[in-house]
């Protein structure tokens, strides 16, 4: 197979045609599918889930490969086992010594060359749970036979992932990615390697364009954020990359080489402008600037999530933080027409004039009681106090009331199939707070809407919003998520570089687990238990487009290549370079050439995460 892009963000586009797919012979007829192989071994114990293959002089097995093999049993009849290959072996047969290699190879010593597969049982039909005899021919399933092996012929709901190693499609049971039967997907490996993004944005894309939601395709939706630069904002973009090999691989797997047909773009507003331009500097048309007013910070309750450390709900002063909270959605009283707010006769119009006065009430002896709780302590107060001071830097361009508000500057799912809110500008305490405050306001949503439509939602670095350790608002949410997003019809994709480092129950909730390519030390981790130690190994070498694709119903994880992106993931793959949005990403537009921020505004605050005391 050839890589046609190295980058880290692709897919990879297999070379090798796909075997003669002939239909597949009944179990146990003389007239096989496919020639044979070799033969079941003798000499190695074969039981009804792992067997060993001999393969003939003139053929080959490789990993991944799906195999079958048929028994006659007494008063049963045939009795098919099929497997995949998970690992091949090849050996001198009569050399005694290592060096005998030469003396072989010179042909002074006899010996035979002998290649040897491992087989996994995939399925046994019908259920009688015999070991395959030795001596029995094996050979390549293909056609129905290869489906019935892999039960792609139960899924009566299919969604094609990539390729296989023989170049046809692998299929996941939308059943188990829906909440019919289970929910969410995990997707590991190591960042910039095992194009983990591009997986997740290819699994969505084929989710919606294959056919298999039907007519629920209307109301199902996607919300992203992105992280990682500003290439996802061209999905909606054709990619000028691709070729008709490309386009090839698509057709085989059911799909339309083309962009996603609705996508929205929101991104933060430029710091220190009172315009409400999108702070993106790649695509200067078709993005909205978003942003939370003071008085929807009061009455919703935001100030928690100011507060998303893990580390933080150990600390004292969330008792304050829950007092202040209770407070502000009490107390505040609308003032304006942009979302200002009015405290004990003070008009507040910014973070900054917010966090002053949640500030000076805190730390006024006659207010204390009433803003902070009884009987909390000035080094509580002072930490709350620290805390929320360190905040301003990567707060203040989110919560304000001097931009004239706009309908289109609040994230929302429902105009747009695919919805990307672009993180990347902003300090990783902002982004905390973007996320946990949208997850939660569409997790309500949803509750109120009843699930009707499907919620896709992709995150990427999974393992900084819900760690392992600890507990805060972001981590409640994505947890309540897992737990209970099935009957919401909320999906977590959720990616992560080490599955090792996220919080247990996230992982344990993913019907679907998916790794590229593993860092050694992470892929020895009993996370990674589901893979044979075949695979272990070998998604340490995994090149850029191969996963390993792991789904209840098959027992074995599976090798998938999936295609080049057919939208653009950079300015120069979209045909416009990036200049103008498409007609279908709507929202307030920015000028062409928008004023930078500063860099220095960039830098990561000194303060922004203060010893927990």
Known sequence: MTVTETGGRGGATPNGAAPGAAAAAAPGAD????????????????????????????????????????????????????????????????????????????????????EIAEVTTTRVEPEIYVPPRPGALVRRATGDERATALYFDQMDRRVPVGLGRDGTPIYVNLEFLDGTRGAHVSISGISGVATKTSFALFLLYSIFRCGVLGRAAVNAKALVFSVKGEDLLFLDHPNNRLTDEIRNVYDRLGLPAEPFASAGFYAPPMPADTTGRPNVATRTSGVSAFWWTPLEFCQGELLPYVFADAEDDRQQYTMVVHQVTNRLRQDAVPYGDDGAVKLEGEVLKTYENLVDFIIERVNDEDARVRWAGQATGAGTVNAFVRRLR????????????????????????????????????????????????????????????????????????????????????????????AERGRSLGIILIGAQQTASEVERRIIANSA?????????????????????????????????????????????????????????????????????????????????????PDPFTLLPDPDDDPPPF
């Open 512 to 596: 679907i687990r998916v790794v590229g390519r593993l860092d050694p030390a992470e892929a020895s981790r009993p996370e990674y238990g589901f893979l044979p130690p075949g695979q272990r190994a070998r998604a340490t070498l995994a090149k850029p487009g191969t996963m390993f694709v792991t789904q209840p119903e098959i027992p074995v994880p599976l090798a998938v290549t999936f295609p080049f992106p057919a939208w653009a993931t950079r300015p120069s793959e979209s045909a416009d370079g990036g200049a103008a949005g498409s007609p279908t990403a709507t929202g307030s537009a920015s000028p062409a050439t928008p004023a930078r």
């Open 31 to 114: 007239t096989l599918s496919s020639p044979p192989v070799g033969r079941v071994m003798g000499t190695e114990e074969t039981t009804p889930l792992l067997f060993h293959v001999a393969l003939d002089g003139d053929s080959y097995l490789q990993l991944d490969d799906v195999v079958v093999t048929v028994r006659q049993v007494p008063g049963i009849g045939p009795v098919m086992t099929a497997g995949v290959v998970t690992q091949v072996e090849a050996r001198h047969e009569g050399a005694s010594f290592d060096s005998d290699v030469f003396l072989i190879a010179e042909g002074v010593l006899p010996a035979q060359v002998q």
């Open 390 to 481: 360190s905040s301003l830097r990567a707060l203040r361009p989110l919560i304000r009331a001097d931009i004239t508000d706009a309908p289109g500057r609040r994230v929302s799912t429902a105009d747009h199939q695919v919805t990307v809110v672009d993180l990347h500008n902003l300090p990783e305490r902002a982004q905390r707070f973007v996320v946990g405050v949208v997850l939660a306001a569409e997790t309500r949503r949803k509750e109120e809407a009843g699930p009707g439509g499907l919620l896709f939602t992709m995150l990427d670095e999974l393992n900084k919003y819900a760690p392992r350790d600890g507990t805060s608002p972001i981590k409640e949410v994505l947890l309540d998520i």
